[in-house]
């Protein structure tokens, strides 16, 4: 999914939020042929009634005022903050992102597509009344709530990023059909300040939300061990129709804003889990959407170039040179070099399954302990 104009959501050149991420993404795609092997669309903007799926009409129409008159927004409803001051067209530019996951939700339930990318979205922090963390809309929200619309019984959401997804957690908090599983920082470290183990769902839908909280310093191994260790258990049993997940690229050890030391092999070999797990539980239908990632020029680009090759069943190899032209383009856009290889040396991963053995004294596998311990009996499954 891709339209130019996604790159006008500009929070302003302080922002860590560069649109230039988005740009130097496609770029890269483009640099790998990738967009020779699959469908490059671009969805329509959300419209009033598809956004009312998930936020208040009051809400919108506060976006849509301070998308008139930026500086009119002062704090109301999260807009004009420091994480999101407001922008002329943001309603616009958010309504497009939002229809692009919209759009990839509706091709992937359709039958038109087995697998969509958007990697512009992944804006999961927006709550059905607020903005927050660098987020207006909920596209993964919307995305959810347009299958549920069609007809999904049942939608899996997995989300990587090293934030909370706190905004889709809440939107379906009540909702026992969509599962919603976070692995992210120790909410004691790292904002929103939400996604403890304890957060399970309303009594109407025990269970129904998932939260692995990662101490600081988390790496590859304990990583990819902590999601192998909860996400496959929690899909085989639920038996999604759908698996819609966020690989928000802000675990890695040079993102400026988090604290856990993930590499881009990691990342990863994460994507190539998820398409393999979409496979095994949801007949292969798979929704994948960026978010966060504030390492503009040398993580976020090869991550969600990554990301798409996988998902377009052609893989690049960890040890592929980055092509000089695609590092040139960086270069005038940013006067900063670009990275030299699609990896950060660290391929393969190596992680221990959680059924060599738990470490009582091992932090991560305490978080994962405490994850299952608090989900698993809801669903009938052994912690």
């Not at 490059?40 to 208040?56: D, I, P, Q, W």
């Not at 920082?185 to 996604?195: A, D, K, M, V, Y």
């Not at 052609?314 to 006067?335: K, L, M």
Request: negative net charge; contains cysteine.
């Amino acid at each position: 999914m891709w339209d130019e104009a996604v790159t006008g959501y500009d929070f302003g050149p302080e922002h860590p939020m560069d649109p230039v991420r988005l740009a130097l993404t496609r770029s890269l795609i483009n640099a790998f042929g990738l967009d020779r092997d699959l469908d490059v669309v671009a969805a329509k903007r959300a419209g009033e009634s598809t956004l009312g799926l998930v936020h208040r009409e009051d809400y919108v129409d506060a976006v849509k005022a301070a998308s008139a008159d930026p500086a009119s927004a002062r704090g109301a409803y999260g807009l004009g903050t420091e994480d999101d001051p407001a922008f002329a067209g943001m309603h616009e530019v958010s309504a497009l992102i939002a229809g692009q996951s919209v759009g990839a939700a509706e091709a992937v339930w359709q039958g038109d597509a087995l697998h969509a990318v958007n990697f512009a979205g992944g804006l999961h922090h927006a709550m059905p009344g607020s903005a927050a963390g660098f987020c207006v809309y909920n596209d993964a929200s919307l995305a959810i709530a347009r299958l549920l619309e069609l007809g999904a019984e049942r939608v899996a959401y997995v989300d990587v990023d090293v934030h909370h997804g706190d905004g889709v957690q809440a939107t379906f908090w009540d909702d026992p059909r969509v599962l919603t599983i976070s692995l992210h920082e120790h909410p004691r470290t790292l904002f929103p300040g939400t996604g403890w183990p304890e957060e399970t769902g309303a009594d109407s839908a025990a269970g129904s939300a998932v939260n692995v909280a990662l101490p600081a310093g988390t790496g590859d191994a304990g990583w990819v061990r902590a999601f192998h260790a909860v996400v496959p258990e929690l899909l085989a049993e639920f038996r999604p129709q759908v698996l819609v997940t966020q690989h928000g690229a802000d675990t890695h050890f040079e993102d400026p804003l988090a604290h856990l030391a993930v590499s881009l092999d990691a990342q990863r070999a994460v994507q190539v889990a998820c398409h393999e797990l979409a496979h095994a539980y949801a007949d292969g239908r798979w929704v994948a959407l960026g978010g966060g990632g504030y390492a503009v020029v040398d993580v976020v680009p090869r991550s969600w170039t990554h990301l798409v090759a996988v998902a377009a069943g052609r893989e690049i190899e960890p040890s592929a040179e980055v092509p000089e032209g695609w590092r040139r383009e960086v270069f005038a856009r940013t006067r900063m070099l670009g990275p030299g290889r699609m990896t950060d040396g660290r391929w393969p991963v190596g992680w221990r399954g959680w059924d060599e053995g738990y470490d009582p004294a091992d932090r991560v596998d305490q978080a994962v302990l405490a994850a299952r311990r608090a989900v698993f009996p809801l669903r009938g499954l052994l912690a």
